[in-house]
T-cell receptor, first 110, second 111 residues
């Protein structure tokens, strides 16, 4: 199994609070991704990174920011969480379609 | 039209049945075609990976790509209860762009 760890695995928070999800990899892979998965929408790309300090937006980036200060860590931040951001968030590493996913972080915004 | 369309199911079959899962796509520039399997409350895992048209076989699984009709399929022979999962097709354009996923088809194989 690819060495990808997401934390926290579960979080319940209130509307308007900041939330940071962490993805840690031990594979030294250049590319890292954050997806969200929702019923009826499937997996949608939020942001991705192609190197330290190099990030770009995905399909559903509004309301999210990311940072990558080290190869192994990719952080996803919700500056002010909203109920529409209740979802399961997956981190992935890889490229050209061969992605390895973490176990997911289940976020509930009340 | 969405770039990748996949029937969400759910699909329920008896053990031993042949399962056919399908996706259609709109952009003829897509070159890489993947199938991911996702068990409940787990992350997706890559199951099959094909480039361009044709078939690829791996054990009980066969991935098929028909670029002329923009149609991809995954066949599962002798289906097992352990095959019960959500199957997601995914498509990549190649050197540029990111992976585009279908919404997934939920499969249940009954003993």
């Amino acid at each position: 199994d690819a060495g990808i760890t997401q934390s926290p695995r579960h979080k319940v928070t209130e509307t308007g609070t900041p939330v940071t999800l962490r993805c840690h990899q031990t594979e030294n892979h250049r590319y890292m991704y954050w997806y969200r998965q929702d019923p009826g929408h499937g997996l949608r790309l939020i942001h991705y990174s192609y190197g330290v300090k190099d990030t770009d937006k995905g399909e559903v980036s509004d309301g999210y920011s990311v940072s990558r200060s080290k190869t192994e860590d990719f952080l996803l931040t919700l500056e002010s969480a909203t109920s529409s951001q209740t979802s399961v968030y997956f981190c992935a590493i890889g490229n050209t379609g061969e992605l390895f996913f973490g176990e997911g972080s289940r976020l509930t915004v009340l | 039209q969405k770039e990748v369309e996949q029937d969400p199911g759910p699909l329920s079959v008896p053990e031993g049945a042949i399962v056919s899962l399908n996706c259609t796509y709109s952009n003829s520039a897509f070159q890489y075609f993947m199938w991911y399997r996702q068990y409940s409350r787990k992350g997706p895992e890559l199951l099959m990976y094909t480039y361009s048209s044709g078939n690829k076989e791996d054990g009980r699984f066969t991935a098929q790509v028909d670029k002329s009709s923009k149609y991809i399929s995954l066949f599962i022979r002798d289906s097992q209860p352990s095959d019960s999962a959500t199957y997601l097709c995914a498509i990549h354009q190649g050197s540029q762009g990111n992976l585009i996923f279908g919404k997934g088809t939920k499969l249940s194989v009954k003993p």
